[in-house]
């Protein structure tokens, strides 16, 4: 089996400088090993408008060997507001009392240690689907 990084892909298909209206959506299932997926899509390069993946803090660590929390703050490296509700989060991440949206490094270490981690400790059955947008300016 031939392994092909996304970012590989999206060179030979649209070239190294993509206009910003081709890369609409990545949607990442890689069983807990999207951070390595996310890497390898080379967002630097590729920036999609929205991205959705599954948060699943429990095959992060097992599969992935990766931080939750890195995985998190990874994204939000690139300029994306993520939150729990696709809504919430169109055309920059706009503000909503009914979601959670995450902005800044901070609000992203809060929910997770008040969320995701209390949860977790619950069910290592946890997960959600996480929504993000690029956010305007970044």
């Not at 649209?14 to 890369?23: C, D, R």
Request: proline fraction near 5%; charged fraction near 20%; hydrophobic fraction near 40%.
């Amino acid at each position: 089996i031939e392994l092909v990084r996304p970012g590989d892909i999206l060179s030979k298909t649209i070239g190294a400088s993509p206009n910003e209206e081709e890369l609409w959506l990545l949607k990442v299932d890689a069983e807990g090993y999207e951070l390595h997926a996310l890497k390898g899509a080379d967002l630097a390069t590729f920036p999609f408008r929205y991205l959705t993946f599954e948060f699943f803090p429990e095959l992060l660590v097992k599969a992935g060997k990766t931080d939750p929390l890195d995985l998190l703050l990874y994204i939000y490296s690139f300029g994306y507001a993520c939150g729990t509700d696709p809504a919430s989060v169109q055309e920059g991440g706009s503000n909503s009392t009914s979601a959670t949206i995450l902005h800044v490094a901070s609000d992203i270490e809060e929910w997770y240690n008040r969320t995701a981690v209390p949860a977790h400790q619950k069910s290592s059955a946890y997960h959600i689907n996480m929504f993000c947008t690029k956010k305007k300016n970044a």
